[in-house]
């Protein structure tokens, strides 16, 4: 930043010398034409000006187009509208009209914007180190009246509202009003005749204003260097607080972060119970004291010879202890989430009166399903391999069971017009019909009296009655799943 700095401010030197130089001085930067070999006279100073703005223009226009280029780019890249596959909330056409009405994002601005914000970040800057100089004990008597108004402020909260009022008075109205009134300068004749200050009479200096810095000024690259460092500053605290919280809180280790949260759910229930109990202003200002003493460079020193000595050592011992009892006491080893899927196995006549394998259905097709009324085929898959788990779930059993109490889930979906068995492979079979009627009922009033009578037996249990099966039948398999474990490395 020193060497382009450096090379800019010659390179203006440059240009104002050539300038503000003579005609004579500016001529030899053109070469003389030999009137015998160039009759053509030669350039004037005011044409060598016009060449250089026309280069300036020339580097400006190709700028200009880098810029575009690089925008067009940007547009590719970055998506118009940022709310476009996202979870953002709906704008209202009033806060939607004075979201649209903000530039979106051009380098030219942001190039803008950046030098307006730099020249004029100084003051914040300035409080920062104010505030670093008062905290680090370099003005003595600056650090103790901050501690004395602290003092004030914890032993009598209600003076917090008098704060912004006093710093209105004694950090810019009455600094402002000695600006405008300034005291006798030394060595002169009123500083030697020992007249006091005196507020009376016209002002004898103007208001004091705050500027934005200068582009290409020292304030403004200071600004530059403290801006710099306070983005790393930032990027370097970032990192340790998402070093030190995201591994506690995430749970990454399961042990530590459910550790993490047994101790705030006591200390939350502690505080519900004894907050109200707790002196809270003695306990703010102790906490003040020792932090501001802590910047003290003595105090600074002490504390950290202490660490070495002895805090370390006790760091270690507390931590092997949170690691015994995070791995003696915080069980994480409970069986997992288990649940019960099933299958039915669908077979179907053929017309050579044997049953034909089918499908394997995650519905029983029964003759009053919703598919079945509605002439679809139904769906599943060929073979019991290619039947899988519900997502987020895996297998527990190795294999299938089949559901010896057929009646059972028969009675819980209330299928009627099917025949179950009780023994044996535990089919239920559909009762033969005629063709064209799937519920066994010719008429239509009968059907809905058969759908409105649900405390009536909706199945049949059949011995030898083969003449009066239907085309389809099914059986129940059950197998039991349990929640997969989704492992996460970063």
Same mark, same amino acid.
């Given at each position: ?72 780019? !940007?547009?590719?890249? @970055? =998506? +118009? ?7 953002? %909330?709906? *704008? &209202? ?76 008075? !004694?950090?810019?109205? @009455? =600094? +402002? ?7 006798? %300068?030394? *060595? &002169? ?302």
């Amino acid at each position: 930043m020193d060497d382009f700095t450096a090379e800019i401010l010659a390179s203006r030197q440059d240009e104002d010398n050539r300038a503000f130089s003579s005609p004579e001085q500016q001529r030899p930067l053109v070469p003389e034409p030999d009137p015998e070999v160039d009759p053509e006279p030669p350039a004037t100073p005011s044409q060598h000006m016009g060449g250089l703005r026309g280069g300036l223009a020339a580097i400006r226009e190709k700028a200009n187009i880098q810029d575009r280029l690089v925008e067009k780019l !940007l547009e590719r890249v @970055i =998506p +118009a509208d940022d709310n476009v596959g996202t979870d953002a %909330p709906i *704008l &209202t056409d009033e806060k939607a009209s004075a979201f649209a009405q903000r530039p979106n994002f051009n380098i030219t601005t942001m190039s803008n914007n950046f030098r307006r914000f730099n020249a004029r970040i100084g003051a914040v800057f300035m409080f920062q180190d104010e505030v670093i100089r008062v905290l680090s004990w370099q003005r003595p008597s600056h650090t103790m009246s901050l501690l004395a108004v602290y003092t004030f402020v914890c032993l009598d909260p209600y003076l917090v509202c008098v704060l912004p009022i006093a710093i209105l008075i !004694l950090g810019v109205l @009455i =600094p +402002a009003f000695i600006a405008r009134h300034p005291a006798p %300068p030394k *060595l &002169t004749w009123a500083s030697e005749q020992n007249v006091s200050y005196s507020p009376r009479g016209p002002p004898l200096a103007p208001a004091a204003t705050v500027r934005p810095a200068k582009e290409m000024s020292r304030d403004f690259f200071r600004n530059m260097r403290d801006l710099q460092n306070s983005m790393e500053d930032f990027s370097v605290g970032h990192d340790k607080i998402i070093a030190l919280l995201v591994p506690l809180t995430n749970f990454s280790n399961e042990a530590l972060s459910s550790a993490v949260f047994q101790f705030l759910s006591v200390g939350g229930l502690f505080m519900t119970v004894a907050s109200h109990h707790l002196p809270w202003r003695f306990i703010f200002l102790a906490i003040g004291w020792a932090a501001i003493w802590a910047g003290h460079p003595s105090v600074a020193r002490l504390l950290a010879a202490t660490q070495q000595q002895h805090l370390q050592a006790l760091e270690k011992e507390a931590k092997s202890w949170l690691d015994n009892w995070t791995a003696t006491d915080v069980i994480l080893d409970s069986a997992p989430e288990t649940r019960e899927v099933e299958i039915f196995e669908l077979q179907r006549m053929s017309n050579a009166g044997e049953w034909e394998p089918w499908f394997f259905s995650p519905s029983p097709y029964d003759p009053l399903s919703q598919p079945r009324i509605a002439g679809e085929r139904p769906r599943g898959t060929r073979f019991f391999e290619d039947v899988m788990p519900p997502d987020g779930w895996e297998w527990s059993e190795k294999k299938w069971a089949l559901d010896l109490w057929s009646r059972e889930w028969v009675e819980e979906r209330i299928i009627t017009g099917v025949e179950v068995e009780t023994e044996g492979e535990r089919w239920v079979y559909d009762i033969y019909v005629e063709k064209g009627d799937r519920t066994g009922l010719t008429d239509p009033l009968d059907r809905e009296n058969l759908r409105s009578r649900p405390t009536l037996p909706s199945w049949e249990e059949g011995v030898d009655v083969s003449e009066r099966r239907g085309e389809w039948r099914r059986r129940r398999w059950v197998r039991l799943v349990k929640r997969r474990a989704e492992l996460h490395t970063t």
